[in-house]
């Protein structure tokens, strides 16, 4: 099945830390900010600070927008956010410090459960096919940021992606005896997440 979750379904939520909001795209069933298997967010950074705690979770953040931002984890690693779709991924654990490198940034973040959840990230500036495979028990997404994405996958009608909007790709009951699930997305600018879920049902 492809979902395609546009603005108007978005939430704004505010920061774990009370510093600022966010922009939640997507959120596993049942869930809230505390007590969550996966979640996609996009957020505005526009002043130095210490980044919420999300101790047993894992961080995949993308810069979005802006000149950088420079993550510090622990004082002790550093990740250089500098061109546009660079990736960082760090454990949600961190006391994570970001400095920007010149003025507000935006950045797409990808939060999953540790115990959980394996997660790949892709980005892709230029114009690219890709295609992927996914299990009975794995989610896609793709985040199209500037330009409309094409998206088909097997069994399925093609899709259409808007700038600005989110996918979400999974097999349907019908389609959970097929071992070559595969998803193939067509654009530039855009994000894929990849999510292999240990059980969909908790």
Not at 63 to 79: F, P, R, T
Not at 131 to 156: E, G, N, P, R
Request: glycine share 6%.
């Amino acid at each position: 099945m492809i979902d395609i979750i546009g603005p108007k379904q978005f939430k704004t939520i505010p920061w774990k830390n009370g510093l600022g909001e966010t922009t939640e795209l997507a959120i596993n069933e049942l869930a809230n900010l505390d007590n969550f298997i996966w979640r996609m967010s996009i957020a505005s950074v526009v002043e130095d600070g210490v980044f919420s705690d999300f101790s047993g979770y894992y961080r995949n953040l993308v810069l979005i927008e802006g000149e950088g931002i420079s993550l510090e984890h622990d004082a002790k690693s550093v990740d250089n956010l500098v061109n546009l779709l660079d990736v960082a991924s760090f454990d949600g654990g961190c006391k994570t410090q970001g400095l920007l490198t010149h003025g507000p940034i935006k950045d797409f973040n990808i939060i999953t459960d540790k115990s959980k959840v394996t997660t790949k990230v892709d980005c892709y500036v230029d114009e690219n096919q890709v295609t992927v495979t996914l299990s009975k028990s794995a989610l896609c997404f793709v985040y199209s940021l500037s330009d409309v994405t094409s998206i088909t996958a097997s069994q399925q009608d093609d899709a259409e992606l808007p700038a600005g909007s989110l996918a979400k790709i999974s097999q349907t009951e019908l389609e959970f005896g097929s071992q070559d699930f595969w998803v193939r997305v067509k654009g530039k600018n855009m994000i894929i997440i990849q999510l292999e879920i240990e059980d969909l049902e908790k």
